[in-house]
C-alpha cells in the first residue's frame, strides 16, 4: 500500500516504559525527591526528555531541569534495554516485510534511539532513524518527517508513519502523509481515535494490513 513506512519508537516499536520509570525515580532519589509512581512517568513519555524532567519535576526552572536532565541522561545510558523490549509481534512483523522501506522518527534523544536500536539488534532493519538533537524541531512539527521524505526520496502520498501519540497524527498532517495511530502503546486509545487517523491499530498483528 506504501512506498515508506515510518515507524515513531517508544510506544509503537518498543516498550521502555519500565527503563524510562526506572531512570526517573532513580535521578529523584539522587536529588531528595519523592518517586513517583511508574504509571505516573509513564504519562509524561513521548514529548521528549527535556519535557519528562519538567513534567515530572513540576519545575520550569532551567537550572533544575538542567541538573536534572544530566542525572538521568547517566542512568538511562546504563539501563537502555534492561527491560525494553520490541513489542510482542513487532520483530516477525519486520521480519516478514524486510523487502519494504522502512524509517525511525522519534521525539527520543537520538543517542538514546541509536544504542536502543543497536542493543535490540534491529539496525539493519530501518534505512533511516532520526531523534531529537540540538536546533531540531520535535514532533508535532514535521520537520523530521519532511527530512525522511527528502533523504529517502519518497513522495508523501506513498509514506505513511505508525505511532501511539497524537504528536504523531498532527506531524502527519502537518507533512502531508498518512498516519495509522496505535493503540497498544502510551497513548490514549479515545483520544487517538477521536482524532481520526487513517488507519487505526489495536494490536500489533492490526498493522499487518498495512503491508499488503
Known amino acids: 500500500m506504501f512506498t515508506l513506512y515510518i515507524f515513531d519508537l517508544d510506544g509503537t516499536l518498543i516498550d521502555s516504559r519500565k527503563d524510562i520509570a526506572e531512570s526517573v525515580n532513580l535521578t529523584f532519589r539522587e536529588l531528595g525527591l519523592p518517586e513517583l509512581p511508574n504509571e505516573t512517568i509513564y504519562g509524561y513519555v513521548g514529548n521528549g526528555v ?9 519545575s520550569a526552572d532551567p537550572l ?4 536534572a536532565l544530566k542525572i538521568f541522561e547517566r542512568h538511562y545510558l546504563a539501563r537502555l534495554v534492561h527491560e525494553t523490549c520490541l513489542y510482542p509481534g513487532m520483530q516477525a512483523l519486520l521480519s516478514e516485510n524486510q523487502h519494504k522501506r522502512k524509517a525511525v522518527v522519534t521525539n527520543k534523544r537520538i543517542v538514546y534511539t541509536q544504542k536502543i536500536i543497536e542493543g535490540l539488534c534491529a539496525e539493519n532493519t530501518f534505512e533511516l ?3 531529537a538533537e540540538d ?3 520535535l514532533k508535532p512539527h514535521p520537520e523530521m518527517i519532511l527530512k525522511t521524505l527528502a533523504t529517502l526520496n519518497v513522495p508523501a502520498e506513498e509514506t505513511i508513519i505508525i505511532g501511539d501519540m497524537m504528536n504523531d497524527i498532527l506531524a502527519a498532517r502537518a ?12 497513548g490514549d486509545d ?7 487517523p487513517d488507519f487505526f491499530a489495536k494490536s500489533v498483528d492490526d498493522l499487518k494490513i498495512l503491508f499488503r
Open 50 to 58: 527535556y519535557r519528562l524532567i519538567s513534567d515530572t519535576t513540576g
Open 64 to 67: 533544575v531541569i538542567d541538573r
Open 129 to 131: 532513524v532520526l531523534g
Open 135 to 137: 536546533g531540531v524541531q
Open 175 to 186: 507533512a502531508g502523509i498518512k498516519v495509522c495511530a496505535v493503540g497498544y502503546g502510551f
Open 190 to 196: 479515545q483520544v487517538l481515535k477521536d482524532a481520526k
